[in-house]
């Protein structure tokens, strides 16, 4: 059918829904086998079905595509390895993971309950590790044998990851360690073909049409800024073999906006060739923050 992703295989995780769902129709416009993984479950992550996945298969037949459901628990290690090995077996090789699936349990950071923090974290930053983890090892292999793909790595962090938000602190937490993780996965999986990139996207989803609900609206007319068809576009070219070189970035994206991301880099110094004196400290520090570009605001405060 002829596209940027064509003869490629993808995995996308939490594709029964929202961003998800818009990935894999857009990898199966572009030529690619998607397999859709999603286990349906609630907000929360209560409950379970396969009906969406199913849904979104069949749509990506409609296309002309070909597609698999898979409800794998991407944060279960060897559900993970199933998830990669049933990608390997129905398409012949796998070259795309893009980790999207994900929960929320918002709550604010004093009142947050072991157990929330737990699921939360396990789900996002696990399922990616998990997921990739078991990708790598066969692309490594791969690369070993002398057939080394063109793979691709595309996390999904988050603006709270980035800046962080207020009552989300298990949530941002997450986001945050994914970005951190793809850029280690970056500079650790190019010798073997990988790139690794991350998105940071903000569109109407089931975890932002109720937090942020004026920004989400459907407007009545015009360009719809919270589709989340409009995150797509950038995550296939991550997914194709033209993005080769760009590896270890975040973009953010909303609307018909890209932007790369900015993160920790070192800033002014003050240095001097012996122990501090604590009462010198408060100085030294107040003038290097006068220097330094001020934080960016948390969103939310």
């Not at 769902?21 to 349906?40: K, M, P, S, T, Y």
């Not at 709270?160 to 650790?188: H, P, R």
């Not at 360009?223 to 993005?243: C, Q, R, T, Y």
Request: with cysteine; aromatic share 6%; proline share 3%.
């Amino acid at each position: 059918m002829g596209g940027l992703c064509e003869g490629r295989v993808a995995i996308v995780t939490g594709a029964g829904r929202g961003i998800g769902r818009e990935h894999a129709l857009e990898f199966a416009r572009q030529g690619a086998r998607v397999v859709v993984n999603d286990i349906g479950v609630a907000l929360d992550g209560s409950g379970g079905s396969g009906s969406p996945a199913e849904e979104v298969v069949e749509q990506i037949r409609e296309i002309g595509s070909e597609g698999i459901v898979n409800g794998a628990d991407v944060a279960d290690w060897a559900q993970a390895e199933g998830l990669v090995r049933a990608a390997i077996e129905a398409f012949g090789g796998l070259d795309v993971i893009v980790n999207n699936a994900g929960i929320v349990r918002d709550r604010m950071f004093a009142n947050v309950e072991e157990s929330e923090y737990d699921a939360v974290v396990r789900v996002h930053l696990k399922g990616h590790f998990a997921v990739a983890r078991h990708a790598a090892a066969y692309w490594r292999g791969e690369s070993k044998d002398g057939r080394q793909r063109a793979a691709r790595i595309i996390n999904t962090s988050s603006g709270a990851g980035l800046a962080g938000s207020i009552g989300q602190s298990a949530y941002s937490a997450a986001k945050g360690a994914i970005a951190s993780l793809t850029l280690v996965q970056a500079a650790e999986l190019g010798r073997y073909g990988v790139t690794a990139n991350a998105i940071a996207p903000s569109a109407r989803t089931r975890m932002t049409e109720e937090l942020f609900a004026d920004r989400m609206a459907v407007p009545d007319q015009g360009f719809d800024v919270a589709d989340p068809a409009n995150i797509a576009p950038l995550v296939a070219w991550l997914g194709s073999a033209e993005s080769e070189g760009v590896t270890g970035r975040v973009f953010e994206l909303e609307g018909g906006m890209i932007s790369v991301a900015d993160g920790w880099q070192a800033g002014p110094k003050v240095e001097q060739d012996c122990r501090w004196d604590p009462e010198l400290v408060g100085e030294a520090v107040r003038d290097l923050l006068a220097k330094a570009p001020p934080p960016q605001r948390v969103h939310g405060s």
